[in-house]
């Protein structure tokens, strides 16, 4: 099986089985031997098939007639992939592209849709100056939203609020992809350490500006090679999401709720500061995303996380009261992390906005019911959007007077921010999009 056709491969799963993209990328590019070269090009192909979904689709209306309704799922693939190939990798050969393309149909379909898949990918490389993009001017939102693949209504809601610009930076950044970030394991080694002992495995990295114990990878090997990983001397975190543990404050010898903390990233980091002393008490509802929360700390060598499968609206219920810190880094609808995942943008709707903000509530109200006084909360979402961020936590403080609102900003380890509840953006932070807020129980 060539590359493209272990593409097309994982391309179907994702589109008629509504699997993951980086997941079902994974399971198949670890069933084949291939080269590093082919593992770049399968992974280049399909999170950028996948990412331009609906302008790739429009591209294609310019060169067929029929309605993409009555095409298969898999021969519409296959153009999906070839159209991409031709508008968006200038390093592919047209001819190769559309060879290729024609091989998989002959393949996957028969000698009509050979016919056709030949003539519509021929006639897109002949007349490539057919497709023209709206008039930036006269309908910016369809212009960024097919320039930059987004759905028109989440362009809708950056252009409003951001303005054209700013809306138009943040479309481009989340179709690059970020760089890798991993947590130094500081029970194990400082950061300097692990920075000699990942160059020695083949990985060019560099300390994070935003925490004392981040670094930021450049280039690296398959993971599943690094010796470093599988000895627990560092988790894979974003630097954004590093800073909520920060934030948090934990000490040794508190004991600490993690309300929604599988798979385990802050959990562990939480943890690691307070020096494996105390207890951090890691909940969620999903029993096997609890089970890698426990896998990461054995590997990390932390003894004091304890799993819970716990609806955590139901928290305050079970430990009224009790814990010195809880942290609700809440269900959201992602909108910050966009970059990091290539289907994610096609699988949401503004219906989000409905409904999360009062799932959110819910947990934020019991996860503070099991502060003590005096005791802290932190609210903290990969999201950018106010109706999950500061609308929830503004709300929240009208009903609550026992709480009071801190600076979040004021915690962070390295960089200053003086912002009471901080919004980080990856446009301008060049870090995942990220909400963090911290409130203190006054009475």
């Keep these: 099986m060539d590359a493209r056709e272990i593409a097309l491969k994982i391309i ?7 699997a993951y993209a980086n997941i079902a990328l994974v399971r198949e590019l670890n069933r084949h031997k291939i080269s590093d070269q082919d593992r770049r090009f399968i992974t280049e192909l399909v999170y950028g ?12 209306g310019h060169y067929v007639t029929r309605s993409l309704n009555k095409v298969a799922p898999v021969i519409l693939n296959i153009l999906r992939m070839g ?55 006269k309908n910016i939102v369809k212009f960024l939203a097919l320039k930059y693949f987004h759905p028109q209504w989440m362009v809708a809601r950056w252009v409003k609020r951001l303005g054209a610009d700013a809306a138009e930076e943040l479309c481009q950044i989340n179709n690059v992809t970020p760089a890798l970030s991993l947590r130094t394991n500081t029970l194990k080694n400082t950061r300097e350490e692990l920075l000699d002992i990942l160059n020695l495995e083949g990985v060019s990295a560099e300390a994070s500006v935003w925490t004392p114990e981040g670094i930021v990878c450049h280039s690296y090997p398959a993971l599943s090679t ?34 929604c903390g599988a798979p385990g990233g802050k959990s562990t980091h939480i943890a690691t500061l ?8 890691s909940t969620d509802i999903y029993e096997h995303k609890l089970a890698l929360t426990q896998e990461n700390a054995q590997r ?52 989000m906005f409905k409904e999360l903000p009062i799932l959110q509530m819910a947990i934020l109200k019991s996860a503070a019911e099991c502060v003590k006084l005096g005791g802290t909360l932190v609210y903290s979402t990969c999201t950018t959007e106010p109706e999950e961020n500061q609308d929830v936590v503004n709300n929240f403080l009208k009903g609550n007077p026992d709480f009071a609102l801190q600076h979040a900003g004021e915690m962070f380890p390295v960089t200053e921010n003086k ?6 953006w990856p446009h301008i932070d060049h870090v995942d999009g990220f909400f963090i807020s911290r409130l203190v129980r006054v009475k």
């Design 12 to 18: 179907n799963d994702v589109t008629s089985n509504h």
């Design 49 to 60: 098939t996948i990412k331009a979904g609906e302008t790739l689709d429009w591209i294609i």
């Design 83 to 137: 159209m991409y190939q031709i508008f968006f990798l200038s390093k592919v050969p047209v001819s190769a592209a559309c060879n290729q393309a024609v091989e998989l149909t002959k393949k996957y379909g028969h000698t009509g849709t050979v016919k056709f898949v030949n003539a519509v990918l021929r006639n897109a490389g002949r007349g490539p100056e057919k497709v023209i993009y709206p008039d930036r001017e």
């Design 226 to 259: 690094l010796k470093s990983l599988r000895d627990g001397l560092f988790q894979i975190q974003d630097e954004s999401s590093m800073l909520v543990a920060h934030v948090l404050a934990p000490k040794p010898g508190e004991f600490i709720i993690d309300a």
């Design 274 to 281: 307070m020096e494996n002393k105390g207890r951090v008490l």
């Design 300 to 351: 990390l060598g932390l003894t004091i996380i304890d799993v819970q499968s716990l609806d955590a609206t139901t928290l305050g219920d079970n430990y009224a009261r009790q814990a010195d810190k809880v942290l609700v880094d809440a269900p959201c609808s992602g909108l910050g992390v966009l970059r990091r995942k290539a289907d994610s943008r096609w699988r949401k709707t503004e219906d």
């Design 419 to 424: 912002a009471e509840m901080v919004q980080l």
